[in-house]
């Protein structure tokens, strides 16, 4: 019982927010979002995952890429 609550803290903390970034986008609730994703994966086999997994990504990649930084000297 104890790695499941290790495997869930693990996905919670490094998710990447995927489901309540995207919904912040769109004006929803994240649990919309998220319940979403799990209806279109299991309607299609788990395709919709793949697109999950490509949008964290996706969103991680850019916020590697544009962080704001306060001043010039934070480079």
Known sequence: MNWMHQL??????YGF????????R???K??????????V???TF???????LTLALLLQL???IYTKRSSVYDL
Do not use: H, P, T
């Not at 994240?30 to 209806?39: E, G, P, T």
């Open 41 to 43: 994966s299991f309607a």
């Open 26 to 28: 769109l004006g929803m």
């Open 62 to 64: 850019k916020d590697l």
């Open 30 to 39: 994240a649990k919309n979002v998220r319940l979403f994703f799990i209806y």
């Open 8 to 13: 869930r803290y693990f996905f919670e903390k």
């Open 17 to 24: 927010e995927v489901s309540s970034r995207f919904a912040e």
């Open 46 to 52: 788990g395709a919709w995952f793949a697109v999950y």
